[in-house]
């Protein structure tokens, strides 16, 4: 990617041990538990290694029509950090791809640190536009992810 100059960052506290949090990132058996709704039925695919793909695919969902992501592992270090590629496939979302950083912190109560790193974009209507989705949908879903980890 080049031409980067737009990041988004969340951070979020997760009441869990690095390893628990680790797992929920890297297992399509834990992802599957707090991703995308149930109803969406969605398959999880997960070549964990560097140079490895992931893919993450729903059935045809009313009004948005098929999900489906894919990615490239590019680095990580469990249970401390992941670095992966992004890029929507399949859907009515169009996405030119950007890389995504996930770090966890020693204490006890981790701390998911993610950052995504977009390609620069064409218009600044597309960069609103594009940063209220990204930041709502995993705002939302890093939320999800914090529950699934007190049960």
Request: proline share 5%.
């Amino acid at each position: 990617m080049t031409n980067v100059d737009i990041a988004l960052t969340i951070v979020r506290s997760v009441d869990a041990p690095r390893e628990i949090v680790w797992s929920a990132w890297t297992s399509p058996e834990e992802l599957a538990g707090w991703w995308w709704p149930e109803r969406f039925h969605t398959t999880y695919q997960v070549d964990l290694r560097e140079g490895g793909a992931y893919r993450f695919r729903t059935i045809d969902v009313a009004g948005m029509g098929v999900l489906a992501v894919t990615g490239q592992f590019e680095t990580f270090e469990p249970p401390e950090f992941l670095v992966y590629t992004w890029r929507w496939k399949e859907a009515t979302i169009s996405s030119r791809g950007s890389l995504w950083s996930s770090a966890t912190s020693p204490a006890a109560r981790s701390c998911i640190s993610a950052t995504r790193a977009y390609p620069r974009p064409r218009s600044e209507r597309t960069t609103r536009k594009a940063g209220t989705i990204a930041s709502t949908g995993w705002r939302d879903t890093v939320t999800v992810a914090n529950g699934q980890a007190n049960s």
